[in-house]
């Protein structure tokens, strides 16, 4: 993109040298010259869709109507009529740079369904007031008509490598995990149910034990209700078959069971935060790794959540004694907490959602 945006200047410069008298279009300059451009696309298999761009853009310009996203329709093609526009909710974020787009209901369509993401350019405006540029020249893709301008348009489709990326969105930062479907298979289809229905949104790390595991999967916090009233356990199905493959060593996510039953994994998982093998491959049957922490920059968040203040909680107000049980290492964002006086969303190490990423590629299919 920057040499495109280096040639365009080349182009005025000669232009304007031949003609003197003619002066150059301001309103062409403002196209060529867009600003902003899109330079990180990441979108999930639910349809959360986040869009970096390189400079600010113009908050009031970035609304629903104007960054959009549909399915293809009972047609199954994108572009036509019958396409089906998703309602979703946008925000602009990260000082103003990144747009950040998602469904005002949690699970809009079929987790995996291929859906499209347009961001006009007519209207999107950067903070200076130039038009975006919709050419996409950014990791993994490049899309749209080579020429500087127009809507940046793109398909999100899922993922059908054998490594797929499930990213836990946590309060301090995301955790990108690759999951193992070859050696697991039974745990990854557990994973996806959990998943895909959204059940791990708002969750949150009920238990850490440092240099240990950091621990989650199994209650979450209310949105309506921000007290410990509201914390509720998630919805299980049938507990997986053990599958016990891969050591237990840093870095790894692995299922938690209950004691003296290998096949009792059902929504709660742990981080390894050490190598944990010596004592996690042999016990029950062995715990269940099903996805390896995919980098650094993930490891540093798993390592800040097992670095905060642990709080016993086991007296909060609410009567599930699962949940008040579980609660007695709880890892807590706010150092002030106390069980008194919990306000789970502002206090507890919140897992604001878990779905898979997807693959983002040039619209329309080549
Ligand atoms: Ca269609
Ligand atoms: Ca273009």
Redesign the pocket.
Known sequence: MISRIVSSLFRSASSKKSSHRRPVEPLESRMLFAIAEATSIITDNRGETQITFNNALDPATVKSSTVQIHT????????????VKIDGIVRLKTGNRRIWWRPRVPVPFAAGTTFSVKVSSKSVKSATGERIDGEFNGPGLQTGDGVAGGDLLLLSKRDKGTVPVARFSTVLGNIDVNLDTVNTPLTYGNFLHYANNGLWDYTYFHRNVPGFVIQGGGFNASLTDNTATGLTEIPTIAPVQNEFHTSNTRGTIAMAKLGGDPNSATDQWFFNLGDNSSNLDGQNGGFTVFGTVKNAGGLAVMDQLAALTVKDLTTIANSDGNITGAMDSAPVVNPGATAATLAPLTDLAIVRRVAILNKVVAFPLP
């Open positions: 293809a329709g009972a047609d199954d093609v994108f572009g036509t009529a019958d396409d």
